[in-house]
């Protein structure tokens, strides 16, 4: 009779990481398809789930080393260092965010430990994939938590209302980036009652911006990308679309009260979007969010984990803004991790089977078999 597969839930010991990457509804659902589940003590305290839930739920608790002994499964949020993972044998998978282009070293250790790492991050945005594409998850969230951040640091109401004391004017709010977390801050800034803008590289996403009530903000003059690049992010402009987008949102840009930047390029510094001379030109008290400032930052001057003040202006750079959601942010990844390994679940192995031609498993799989074999890591 095959031995169940044994899945270890880690704590996570990165700072500002709050979430975890199981939820008591995925432990139960991974014990139904034959596997055995162990978390970490304390693992989803940060999240709003105690101890007592996973064990109701049909998990072991109990400290690291205990639950990682013959583990075949380790999940995390963020990839743990190899070194810390003594106790799982080789060829045990390790399913969680690898930041593989950040953290190479990291990444090529699991290789040589003979794990496999599967890096989360990297799923394919293709239809088959989406219910697993953990950035679309944890950037709708953060797209969200970005205006009610600018909410509570701007000193003003967001809706117009009507007193009998006067009229406060509706808060003008730009969104910069129309991926998954500016389509989510455009609705959310929407129903608060602000007056919404956005802009974007991509022309493709005028229609969504309308779609959701905002005010679309486009270079008409210059081209800019008809569809979008790989796996639906933006890509490189051409320097003549930069000047020209530049010129307009700077225009556009003092007559703001909040700006919220999200631009990212996979694999690449972030792209800088707002210069100190266009914050220099907004309204004392005004406030931006800069959600790309761990990867360099949209915004100069924003500084990752801090609330810097320019020309009167609140910067505000808050590190892994998901995890300022925890509890949601962690059931939905934990869902994510789910989706994904249930996807390839054998019923009569009662493991998850992972052929090595399937596009999702190629985008995913980072080391196997004591290489690195992704082309990130310079492998086939």
Aim: glycine share 10%; no cysteine.
């Amino acid at each position: 009779m095959t031995q169940p597969v044994r899945i270890a839930v880690l704590g996570e010991t990165a700072d500002f990481e709050r979430r975890v990457a199981a939820s008591p509804e995925t432990v139960k659902k991974f014990i139904g398809l034959g596997a055995v589940v162990a978390v970490e003590s304390g693992a989803g305290l940060a999240s709003g789930i105690a101890d007592a839930d996973y064990a109701a739920a049909g998990a072991e608790v109990g400290p690291r080393a205990s639950i990682l002994s013959g583990a075949g499964i380790v999940l995390a949020v963020q990839a743990p260092e190899p070194a810390s993972l003594a106790g799982v044998a080789p060829g045990a998978r390790v399913v969680a965010m690898h930041a593989p282009a950040a953290s190479p070293d990291r990444a090529k250790a699991y290789a040589a430990a003979g794990y496999e790492a599967l890096a989360m991050e990297l799923m394919p945005r293709i239809t088959r994939a989406q219910s697993m594409d953990v950035l679309s998850s944890q950037s709708n969230l953060a797209g969200y938590k970005a205006v009610l951040d600018a909410a509570a640091e701007y000193g003003r109401a967001f809706p117009m209302m009507m007193t009998a004391a006067g009229t406060v004017s509706a808060a003008k709010v730009f969104i910069m980036g129309v991926g998954v977390a500016g389509l989510q801050a455009i609705a959310t800034a929407r129903r608060l009652g602000a007056q919404v803008s956005a802009t974007d590289v991509r022309s493709a996403t005028k229609e969504q911006i309308m779609s959701l009530g905002a005010k679309p903000i486009f270079v008409e003059a210059v081209k800019g990308i008809e569809g979008e690049g790989s796996g639906g992010y933006a890509t490189e402009m051409s320097d003549e679309y930069k000047a020209a987008q530049a010129e307009l949102v700077s225009s556009h840009i003092a007559k703001q009260d909040i700006v919220i930047t999200t631009a990212l390029i996979p694999g690449r510094a972030a792209p800088r979007l707002v210069s100190d001379a266009q914050l220099a030109t907004m309204r004392a008290g005004s406030v931006i969010i800069d959600l790309a400032v761990e990867a360099g930052g949209n915004v100069e001057g924003a500084v990752a984990g801090e609330i810097v003040v320019k020309h009167g202006v609140k910067i505000v750079g808050h590190r892994n803004v998901p995890s300022r959601l925890a509890a949601d942010a962690s059931l939905l990844y934990a869902r994510n991790l789910f989706n994904f390994l249930s996807a390839f679940w054998d019923k009569d192995t009662k493991v998850p089977v992972l052929p090595d031609d399937d596009e999702i498993v190629k985008g995913v799989r980072l080391t196997k078999d004591g290489k690195a074999v992704h082309p990130v890591l310079g492998g086939a």
